[in-house]
Nanobody, 116 residues
Framework: QVKLVESGGGLVQAGGSLRLSCAAS????????MGWYRQAPGKQRELVADITSGGSTNYARSVRGRFTISRDNGKNTVYLQMNSLKPDDTAVYYC??????????WGQGTQVTVSS
């Protein structure tokens, strides 16, 4: 059973920073890409950022320049450094892993709340 374990969410004031981590039980050798998505109350889940096995990154326009996605292949872990946080960033953040054999896995989600 593949597992994704997220951590690092919490409550922060606007302008502050948080770092999310996602540890994957699936080997990096079977990973096509890993990413972070978020879902705010009453809204659809949306892509925040993702990173391919080759290291290519992609960001939502709303977070570009403020968030940075990175990965540590030795630890099967992906990170999301979030700076200059805004109240609009408040959401449940989910880690997603897509594999070379066509499966997609999701983490349980971690709450990020940004107060104004």
């Amino acid at each position: 059973q593949v597992k994704l374990v997220e951590s690092g969410g919490g409550l922060v004031q606007a302008g502050g920073s948080l770092r999310l981590s996602c540890a994957a039980s699936e080997s990096v050798f079977n990973t096509l890409a890993m990413g972070w998505y978020r879902q705010a109350p009453g809204k659809q889940r949306e892509l925040v950022a993702d990173i391919t096995s080759g290291g290519s990154t992609n960001y939502a326009r709303s977070v570009r320049g403020r968030f940075t996605i990175s990965r540590d292949n030795g630890k099967n872990t992906v990170y999301l450094q979030m700076n200059s946080l805004k109240p609009d960033d408040t959401a449940v953040y989910y880690c997603r892993q897509s594999t070379t054999y066509g499966s997609v896995y999701w983490g349980q989600g971690t709450q990020v709340t940004v107060s104004s």
